[in-house]
């Protein structure tokens, strides 16, 4: 029996209040231009929250652009202190305020406390600024009808359905996959979903991997001979979220589903930061946050912020008033520029996006380039790898070969694997391990990591 249920009719009216209100919240805090919205901001976080009261002892009757600068960057050893940076008292309707866990990837997971726009921002508005790029389609939206299919891998989730206002009203599904869930439950998600019209599906991009590994190992539905009955899942579109995208995922993604891919790029510090360019131009900045880059120093400030140029990604998010986030280094490194671009958005762009990604391995006194090493790798039959590199400077290379082969051909990719990264990194020493699947951490995959970098994560099974 299927086990794909989509009623819930306890908590339809509750999230159609958190979707619409969320909406008209977020949308009120947006008006007149980005850093209006921020001061605006500012001037409650000064009154309602205990970190940023602290620095104005006696509340200014006129909030200008010096006012911010007066205020640390935030980092995010600064979210730890949630209770701190939440807002509370007049204007804060704390029945409606969320807490909401990140789960990190960096091994420090925080609670960010959410109002309704600020929900809204974090979970709803990227399917708004999605068919804003693609009316193609939004033109295949209807109300009631399901509008997009999220993979959702957090714990302890449920089938939940969710109207989308800003889609034509448009469902949401949101279906648990992999998390405690048996092989036999996910692959009855596939089933579920070569049935159905999905316009937009969305996952992380790991997740999606997993999607599609099912999809193209299921065998046709049973009972059915019609011919296309073994098609696999047809989404419309596919959007990804929650972590990088690699090329070659996006690749195979395009290739399986046969539709455009398209990655945004949020947090639940920042809710939507800002999302693909159907164009390829980069990722468009949502008018729900302000965004800069912080230039090279170690310890930048606020008059360092440039709203182009290339460094770390800095934010205030504009929608989530309950717990003010102004100013917050992302840990993320990018570039912005401004462009004019042919898709209709006019602003900021992040026109390149490295996020955390470790950019070199240091080998000896020589630095290798993990761009290199991608495209090295890419010249491999391999579904997936992950390259780590221990304090003694050994690496460790895990590896998913393409496609079920003989034990005698996984160890020739091996050989082969172990001459591409010695190769390039030199004379140091590399062990190959074959596996089923690499482990993420959160749905989150890296594929280089190092035990020079300071994020480096304790990695399971070694
Ligand atoms: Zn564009």
Redesign the pocket.
């Known amino acids: 029996m299927n086990t794909v249920q989509l009623e819930d009719p306890e908590f339809a009216e509750e999230d159609l209040r958190i979707a619409v209100h969320g909406a008209t919240q977020m949308q009120q805090r947006l008006r007149g231009d980005a850093s209006h919205a921020e001061l605006e901001l500012l001037r409650f976080a000064a009154m309602r929250s205990a970190f940023y009261s602290a620095y104005f002892p006696s509340v200014s009757r006129v909030w200008t652009p010096r006012h911010l600068e007066r205020l640390p960057l935030l980092d995010r050893s600064a979210l730890a202190d949630a209770e701190k940076l939440r807002a509370s008292g007049p204007g804060m309707d704390d029945a409606w305020v969320l807490g909401i866990r990140s789960s990190s990837s960096t091994g420090r997971p925080v609670t960010v406390y959410s109002d309704l726009g600020g929900f809204y921002s974090g979970g709803y508005a990227v399917y708004d600024a999605f068919m804003e790029?693609r009316p193609d389609i939004r033109a295949l939206l209807a109300a009631g009808k399901t509008g997009a299919v999220f993979l959702n891998d957090r714990p302890g989730g449920a089938h939940r359905s969710y109207m989308l206002p800003g889609c034509r009203g448009s469902i949401l599904r949101s279906i648990p996959f992999r998390h405690e869930r048996s092989r036999e439950q996910d692959r009855d998600v596939v089933r579920w979903m070569r049935g159905q019209k999905i316009p937009l599906l969305v996952g992380k991009p790991w997740y999606l991997m997993r999607l599609m590994a099912i999809d193209q190992t299921l065998g046709p539905l049973p009972g059915s001979y019609r011919e296309g009955a073994c098609r696999g899942i047809r989404p419309a579109a596919i959007l990804c979220v929650g972590s990088e995208l690699f090329l070659d995922y996006r690749e195979r993604l395009e290739a399986w589903f046969r539709c455009t891919v398209t990655s945004a790029y949020m947090s639940v510090e920042g809710g939507l930061i800002a999302i693909e360019?159907?164009?390829k131009?980069g990722f468009?900045v949502s008018p729900t946050v302000r965004a800069w880059v912080a230039p090279g120093s170690e310890a930048p400030t606020s008059q360092d912020l440039e709203e182009e140029g290339e460094g770390e990604l800095v934010i205030s998010n504009l929608a989530n008033w309950a717990m003010p986030i102004l100013r917050y280094r992302t840990g993320d490194w990018g570039e912005i520029r401004n462009i004019d671009?042919?898709?209709?958005?006019s602003g900021q762009?992040v026109v390149r996006l490295t996020g955390r990604a470790l950019r070199y391995f240091r080998v000896g006194d020589r630095l290798v380039s993990t761009e290199s090493l991608a495209r090295a790798m890419r010249t491999l039959p391999l579904l997936d790898y992950q390259v780590v590199q221990y304090e003694d400077e050994s690496f460790d290379a895990r590896f998913v070969p393409d496609g079920p082969v003989s034990d005698g051909l996984v160890s020739g990719i091996g050989e082969q694997l172990g001459s591409v990264l010695r190769s390039q990194l030199g004379a140091a020493r590399v062990r190959c391990i074959e596996l089923d699947e690499i482990p993420s951490v959160a749905g989150k995959l890296r594929r280089f990591m190092s035990a020079q970098d300071p994020g480096f994560l304790k990695i399971q099974g070694f």
């Open positions: 790029l360019c159907p164009e131009n468009h671009c042919p898709c209709g958005f762009s």
